[in-house]
């Protein structure tokens, strides 16, 4: 953090809100505003009355309004918490997986491998590094999630309006989001519905796992198959018509088939024999977005698989070539 950042973390400031933050939730505009924060900070200078609205006490949830005057406290914003600087490969390769951009919002392939955004243990993720490198970007922030080791497309909103609009049509199902998987073994000729409500738990560990329960939420995913390897492998795409955490990943482990490179829900022996044969990430790609955009265009965005997946893929086609049946 710089001395001047510092400095103004540590003097009241008083922020008007704007028509694009309207509506925006007081806890979820603290996080913007205050870069670097804990969220146990911000949610403890609200429990407390530190920030005001208005000159009013506001609960986490308070929706905004434009001309809103916010009364932010004096804090200091642990330095620990810093990204790490953008390496120049890391800048290119961000910059060449642009799939879209327009004035509000960006499509970006993300790589398998990245984290979407910094925390956990890792200080620099892909939301922080296009923070760095696009320092004349106002506003950027996701639009979604994709797992570390998920590669494909990832929506970065540039304008708040645009994120609001995103968030609306996400929870109407308004998004389609088109995955492909290659899972363990020969999955059935038919286009198959898994429909398997999921329930989220963690272990002693603290790691957060995901599992088919009875008392889980709704969960509905389409699959189809895409290309055989044989008995060994299959290529399918899945639709998933509910968005909870890690669906297609127990979804495919729930029909018999998990995904290759999956050290969460795949047994490690067929993981080993995977990795033998060239696989060294987790197979699950975000292929394919689409969406009506706010003045009406139905955006398609796809994402090409990278060469070296490519690669390996067509090597376990010519290893285990296709078969009549």
């Known amino acids: 953090m710089t001395h001047s950042t510092q400095q103004k973390a540590q003097q009241v400031r008083f922020v008007e809100v704007d028509a694009d ?23 403890r200078i609200l429990r407390k009355g530190e920030i005001r609205v208005n000159k009013k006490r506001v609960k986490p949830d308070s929706r905004l309004c434009a001309g809103d005057i916010i009364r932010i406290p004096p804090i200091r914003i642990p330095e620990k918490g810093e990204a790490a600087p953008v390496g120049e490969g890391l800048a290119q390769h961000l910059e060449q997986a642009v799939l879209y951009e327009s004035d ?13 955004h910094g925390g956990s243990g890792v200080n620099l993720g892909m939301i922080e590094a296009l923070r760095q490198i696009r ?36 929870r109407q199902r308004k998004v389609n989001k088109v995955y492909q998987a290659l899972v363990v073994g020969r999955w059935g000729k038919r286009q198959q519905t898994v429909d398997a409500p999921l329930l989220r738990y963690e272990l002693k560990s603290g790691e957060r796992m995901v599992k088919p329960h009875p008392d889980g939420k709704a969960s509905v995913t389409r699959f189809q198959v895409l290309r055989r390897f044989q008995d060994v492998a ?23 088939h998990p995904i290759v490179g999956d050290v969460k829900y795949t047994p490690d ?23 009506s955009l706010p003045d009406g265009e139905k ?6 698989l990278d060469p070296e997946t490519t690669n390996v893929l067509d090597k376990l086609a010519q290893r285990f070539p296709r078969q009549e049946s």
């Open 135 to 170: 320092p004349k970007s106002r506003f950027l922030e996701l639009v979604h999630r994709l797992d570390r080791d998920t590669s494909g497309c990832i929506m970065v909103a540039k304008k708040r309006s645009m994120l609001r609009y995103l968030h609306d049509a996400l």
């Open 299 to 304: 955006l398609s965005v796809s994402a090409p």
């Open 104 to 116: 509000s919002l960006i499509i970006i392939n993300k790589p398998s491998g990245l984290a979407v």
């Open 234 to 256: 299959t290529l399918v795409e899945a639709r998933p018509l509910t968005g909870r955490t890690h669906q297609i990943r127990v979804h495919t482990q729930f029909a018999g």
């Open 269 to 291: 022996e067929d993981n080993a024999r995977f990795r033998s044969l060239g696989f060294k990430r987790l197979m699950l790609h975000a292929a394919k977005l689409e969406v």
């Open 21 to 43: 933050q309207e509506g925006q939730r007081i806890d979820n505009f603290l996080r913007t505003c205050l870069k670097g924060a804990p969220k146990s900070l911000i949610y």
